[in-house]
């Protein structure tokens, strides 16, 4: 099997290109979907919305459709370019994003988020395989890491921006603001994006398209992979729920307005969220290194860390005493947002890789945001609505304590399971230089 290619000169300086052109891009996408998030309160209020209604549009609306398409997306991102499905993804959602503006009832609004994640599902997974074929095993963690800063960059500018212009704008005129630049980021995108060869960056041959039955094979195999997976569902579903109703509990609950609720929570999720998304990568590259299971051991630790923060910001009366406690407890709680796709790519081989991430995503979104807004919201209705919604978001902290026993347990087989698909992939590698 060939030696894994010098990480220095041209590869490393096309590495950083293509990971500073994916982190604008999955920028671009956080912005189109926490704008719905900060447009709720005027859109629930001008559609007479209910907080389980609320929470469809913002988490199944978009959930069902990111997670479905998803995997026929992923499977085709291993099999053709992955460059040219970022640029059509990226064209899509943004339009899509636009005619939410369009819509003037609750069925075209789900209609139009449904389109918004059609369009991201195509993203996400092709990313995480073009990153992990740009960067070898030893920077990947800080790589995607970074990548995954466009999630709290993302909701830094949404905020901060939307929630200014929803004091300013009617809330349709807000969806053009945010859609219509994405398509001429498209258009540069189809320029400067180019193709890595898959594989070369770990030494590994291309044994080319894995079939499907051996990827359902190897998540049945691979006890870290299925226990990493429930885990980061169940953080989803928990940390989502919060995140969708946080613009809404401020307003609502403490008298923020739009613009200083969109400044709150943009601050807090980009500075405090961002620096918690990186600390997860970098915390698991570095301690990493010595054992791997620390990848997955500081997930658990963040989230149990997190938690008291968490409870503390939803019950407490003091404004700065809630928005202080977020702060803190959004580090920890998205140590997880870029480390637990590291868990899974390390495991993956290279033609499983969008499809490992897709899979992922696919139940990170459907099962975990698709189901935690509904059922915040719910509970938040079933207790009153109102000022019970500090309540319903609290709650969901019982889910996250969940999530970490599920980060132990995959800690617990890290180790072989990576060593066993190094085998299979070296065993492969050498047949595939032995044929004739």
Known sequence: MSQPEIFEGPRRRTARITLAILVVVNVMSQLDRQIMNVLLPKVQQDLLLSDTQAGMLVGFAFAVCYSIAGLPLARFA???????????????WSAMTAACGLARNFFELFLARIGVGLGEAGCAPA???LLSDHFPRAHRGRALATYQLGV?????????????????????????????????????????????PRGGVDGQADPGVEPI?????FFARRPAMRQILVAATLHTL?????????FTFLTRVHDLSGTEAGIV???????????????GGWLGDRFGARDPRWYLWWLALGALASIPFSLAAYLVSSAP?????LSISVVGSYFYTGACHVVAQSLARPRMRAITASIMLFSMNLLGYGLGPPIAGAISDALGGEDALRHALAMMNAVLLWACLHYVLAARTYREDLAAEASIVSIRGQAAIDLP
């Open 78 to 92: 291993d099999r053709s370019s992955r460059s040219r499905l970022i640029v059509a993804a990226l064209a899509v």
């Open 127 to 129: 990313s995480h395989s």
């Open 152 to 196: 709290p960059i993302g909701i830094l500018i949404g905020s901060v921006v939307g929630g200014s212009l929803s004091d300013h704008l009617a809330w349709r005129s807000v969806f053009f603001v945010f859609g219509l630049p994405g398509l001429a980021l498209a258009a540069f995108t189809y320029f400067v994006l180019r193709e890595p």
């Open 213 to 217: 039955g051996e990827v359902l094979r």
């Open 238 to 246: 928990a940390v989502g729920a919060q995140v969708t109703f946080n």
């Open 265 to 279: 929570i943009g601050l807090l999720t980009g500075l405090f969220g961002g620096l918690g998304t990186y600390l």
């Open 321 to 325: 005493l809630a928005i202080v406690a």
